[in-house]
């Protein structure tokens, strides 16, 4: 939950990765991924491994909300246990 240590590693398998599209980049309040045809689990991670935001997504949702300040941030989508790692940035 949030304020939690995150200590996963951040290795990438992008195999089932390449088409997911995570966007707009930077953000303010709202992401958009796209191509995730299954649920998934995304995680905002603060830079010193903080679980800051983590939610279920269900498969086809387009948008997810974010109440985060501005900064860089790790987002995590994991997916039938593999996962990427992506920075993104809020304004």
Known sequence: MIGETWDQP???D???FSE???YP???TDKIYIN???QGAVIAV????G??????KIEPNTSSVNLNLHSGLYLLKVQLEGKSIV??????
């Open 35 to 37: 191509g995730l045809e």
């Open 25 to 27: 980049n930077p953000a």
């Open 50 to 55: 903080k679980l800051i935001q983590s939610q």
């Open 86 to 91: 992506r920075k993104l940035i809020i304004k």
């Open 14 to 16: 992008e195999n089932n």
């Open 45 to 48: 991670v603060s830079l010193d």
């Open 10 to 12: 951040l290795s990438v």
């Open 20 to 22: 997911i599209a995570i």
